[in-house]
C-alpha cells in the first residue's frame, strides 16, 4: 500500500516497450492536461525534447525503441497517475488484473471505482460554498429564495457517452459506441420512436421523409438523439 508520495514507483510500463517517469506524468497531467489534449501534449514533448541527447531512437536486441510520445502514453500516464494519487489519498491499494487483453480493459474496472466513488458527496469540495462561486438571492423581506452555483466545463460538451436507449445506465463498451450491448441489436434501426425500419448509409433514420427531416432538424438545433421520438 502507498502511505506517501515517495512510496509512488519511479517509473510505469505504458503500451508497447515504454516506460514513464514519474515526474514526467506529474508535469504533463498537471501543467498541459487541464489545458490542452494528449496528442498536444505529445506534441509540445516531442517538440522540446529533439534537443535532447536522449531523443533518438535507442537499438536494441529486438529492434528500435522511439522516444517519442504519443497521444496513447500520454492518456496512460494520466490515468496510473491519477489511479495512484486517489488511492493514496483514501489508503487503499490499486489492484487491477495482469491478464488483461488491452490496457484499456486493465484500467476499466479501477478507473469505473474511482468515477463511482466520486460522484455526488464523494468530491472533496462538494458542499463548498463562498461568495465567489455562489450567489444568493434574496426577496424584499431579505428572505433567502434562489441561491447558483457555478460550473466549470471545458467548453467543448456536458454529460458522457451513454446508450441511445432513454436513462439506461449500462455503459459502452466504447465511447463511439450508439447502444451498450444489451441494445446492440437496434444498430441499424431508424432512430425515430418505434420505427423498425432499417437506417440508410450515412444516416441515423429510414427513408420515410418525416423521419429523415427530424434527423436534419436534430443536427440543425443540437438536441439531444432521444428527442427525435416526439
Known amino acids: 500500500m502507498l ?5 509512488f514507483p519511479h517509473r510505469w510500463r505504458c503500451p508497447g516497450r515504454h516506460f514513464l517517469h514519474h515526474s514526467y506524468c506529474v508535469i504533463t497531467n498537471f501543467n498541459y492536461g487541464p489545458r490542452t489534449s494528449a ?4 506534441w509540445i514533448y516531442n517538440e522540446d525534447a529533439q534537443s535532447r541527447p536522449w531523443h533518438h531512437p535507442i537499438l536494441l536486441l529486438n529492434g528500435l525503441v522511439s522516444c517519442q510520445l504519443n497521444y496513447e502514453l500520454v492518456t496512460e500516464s494520466f490515468v496510473i497517475n491519477a489511479l495512484l494519487n486517489w488511492h493514496h489519498d483514501c489508503g487503499t491499494l490499486l489492484q ?6 488491452n490496457q484499456a480493459e486493465r484500467w476499466h474496472g479501477a478507473v469505473n471505482a474511482q468515477n463511482l466513488a466520486m460522484a455526488g458527496t464523494g468530491q472533496p469540495a462538494c458542499n463548498h460554498a463562498c461568495n465567489l462561486c455562489t450567489k444568493l438571492v434574496y426577496d424584499c423581506d431579505q428572505n433567502l429564495i434562489k441561491a447558483y452555483r457555478s460550473v466549470v466545463t471545458n467548453g467543448i460538451s456536458m454529460g458522457h457517452p451513454c446508450c441511445a436507449v432513454h436513462n439506461f445506465k449500462e ?13 446492440a441489436h437496434l444498430q441499424g434501426k431508424c432512430a425515430v420512436g418505434t420505427c423498425e425500419a432499417p437506417i440508410e448509409p450515412n444516416f441515423q433514420t429510414c427513408t420515410i421523409p418525416s423521419h429523415r427531416n427530424a434527423e436534419a432538424r436534430y443536427f440543425e438545433r443540437g438536441k439531444a438523439l432521444f428527442q427525435l421520438q416526439e
Open 96 to 101: 487491477v488484473p495482469h491478464s488483461a487483453v
Open 171 to 183: 455503459p459502452l463498451m466504447r465511447n463511439n459506441h450508439v447502444f451498450c450491448v444489451q441494445h
Open 3 to 7: 502511505t506517501s508520495a515517495k512510496d
Open 39 to 42: 496528442q498536444n501534449c505529445a
